[in-house]
């Protein structure tokens, strides 16, 4: 059996065998004929196409002879047949992606007009798993060529359009948002593209990201073509605005295909024995869950710890996480992204995302190496579970923003030497201020950690320690490490940074 492969570059194939097509010409005569496949091609035109409009004296022999070849190489006259008219290539669906990718494309929307919208979306994305890149990327310098080419582009947008109204109406919205962000930057003036992007975030608990796509895509129609957004999309901003109930699933929420069984993480480091002070901050990172643990609906709490160098965020963070652990039945995420980290590099978002999709199970041929698909991916994991996500030592809100869950279910504790606006303004973070212990809170701390009678016995001592350790709290972070290895003195001095 013959197979034609168009969308992407052109290939031909016997009993699932490559065929060599290294001609030029056979190629291009080829591509020619599959683009009206079924149809025949007018000589004149395919002599045009085929020397560029500066055809030989001998170019109608010449055709007769790429013919016979062709027909040769693709074993069989029955495929390229001659009239009147001029010369057709007779293929069956099942003989040519392209008659395949229309075929599925219009049975998906055949179940979509008929409400089987499960039987829609395994359609079209079938359809569009025969994409293998652009159609007849070596043979589109062909100007015949080339308006295929934009047809069977066109094609796919649509049915990519029609696949993520599918998803959309099945509830799968979270998982939607890192294709839909790549679609829309591909094809900017896709007003129905933006449409769905919006929607998607809304409706992930993501407002104020659904509106700033809004404001970035009038901005940008404005100025690259002087025109405003349509109807639909300034409608649908209004609705965001105030929040409209009309904008919910149309049903429940379908199933995100995620492996069943899927692993509970602990990546929670141990917390630190005899945790002593900061009642006020445990008391508002706990107001922050309501009392079965998840968020107010459609959102993610979002409490920002942030203070000065080795004032303690970090063991605030993971003894507040291990006191709320049971909340979130579905695990714990622990990264380090190594923001300030003097003695390694930054940690990218692409590298924390695919570490947490590691403790989720995820195969690591199954990782996409597009960060868009590895967020997508995570978020569609986490969505319906609770799971607390601790993300230490950030550098800044971009280094965060992709790795923050999608689901209400589900809550991410930040700590970072800045106060990061951009997550307080964006994503509704909770800004929390890091202080150092005070002078009681210092004393009880040394207490649990060397003993009431040793720091009874040496009040000098300990008072000297608290001073110190409040001038410098990277000294305090060495001291909450381990105890001391005794009073001060020239042979066993205090840790030093």
Same mark, same amino acid.
């Given at each position: 059996?013959?197979? %034609? /492969?168009? &969308? ?7 009993? /699932? ?83 395949? %990718? ?48 934009? !047809? ?88 965001? &605005? ?23 993480? !602990? ?136 790795? &923050? ?22 994503? /509704? ?50 001291? !909450? ?17």
């Amino acid at each position: 059996m013959i197979e %034609f /492969g168009v &969308l992407g570059p052109l290939e031909v194939r016997r009993d /699932g065998v490559a065929v060599a097509m290294k001609p030029a010409k056979w190629r291009r005569l080829l591509a020619l004929l599959l683009c009206r496949a079924g149809e025949p091609v007018e000589v004149p035109a395919l002599i045009e196409a085929l020397w560029n409009g500066r055809p030989p004296a001998s170019a109608r022999k010449n055709l007769q002879c790429y013919v016979h070849r062709l027909r040769r190489s693709i074993a069989g006259q029955e495929h390229i047949v001659h009239s009147a008219a001029g010369y057709a290539i007779i293929v069956g669906v099942d003989q040519m992606d392209a008659l395949r %990718f229309a075929d599925l494309v219009d049975r998906g929307q055949g179940a979509y007009d008929r409400g089987d919208l499960e039987s829609a979306g395994a359609l079209l994305r079938q359809a569009l798993k025969l994409w293998r890149g652009t159609p007849y990327a070596d043979v589109s310098d062909v100007p015949f060529v080339t308006q295929e080419v934009l !047809r069977l582009e066109e094609a796919r947008l649509r049915a990519q359009e029609l696949n993520v109204s599918v998803d959309l109406e099945l509830g799968r919205h979270s998982a939607l948002i890192g294709e839909l962000g790549r679609l829309a930057t591909a094809h900017p003036y896709r007003e129905r593209l933006r449409y769905y992007w919006m929607l998607a975030l809304y409706r992930s608990g993501r407002q104020a990201e659904a509106l700033e796509v809004f404001r970035d895509t009038r901005a940008l129609l404005i100025e690259e073509l002087g025109i405003e957004p349509g109807p639909e999309l300034r409608a649908l901003n209004e609705q965001i &605005l105030r929040s409209d109930p009309a904008l919910g699933p149309t049903r429940a929420a379908g199933p995100v295909e995620v492996r069943p069984g899927l692993p509970v993480p !602990r990546q929670l480091p141990s917390d630190v024995p005899a945790f002593t002070g900061r009642a006020s901050v445990l008391h508002a990172l706990d107001r922050l869950l309501p009392d079965d643990g998840t968020a107010p609906a459609g959102a993610v709490a979002i409490p920002l710890l942030s203070g000065t160098a080795g004032v303690g965020k970090t063991t605030l963070a993971v003894h507040w996480a291990h006191r709320v652990a049971a909340r979130f039945p579905d695990g714990q995420l622990y990264v380090n992204l190594r923001g300030f980290d003097p003695n390694g590099p930054v940690m990218t978002p692409g590298e924390a995302v695919r570490g947490f999709l590691h403790a989720l199970g995820v195969p690591a041929d199954d990782i996409s190496p597009a960060l868009d698909a590895q967020v997508a991916l995570y978020r569609s994991l986490l969505a319906g579970r609770r799971v607390l996500v601790v993300l230490d030592n950030a550098r800044d809100a971009e280094q965060v923003r992709p790795l &923050l869950p999608g689901s209400s279910g589900c809550a991410a504790v930040v700590t970072s030497r800045e106060q990061l606006t951009g997550l307080v303004a964006m994503e /509704g973070a909770c800004p929390l201020t890091v202080d150092l212990l005070t002078a009681a809170e210092s004393r009880q701390l040394l207490a649990g950690r060397l003993g009431a009678g040793r720091v009874a016995a040496e009040p000098q001592a300990v008072e000297e320690i608290v001073a110190r350790a409040r001038d410098c709290p990277w000294r305090w972070r060495s001291w !909450r490490r381990g105890p001391p290895p005794g009073p001060r003195s020239r042979s066993r001095p205090w840790p030093t940074r």
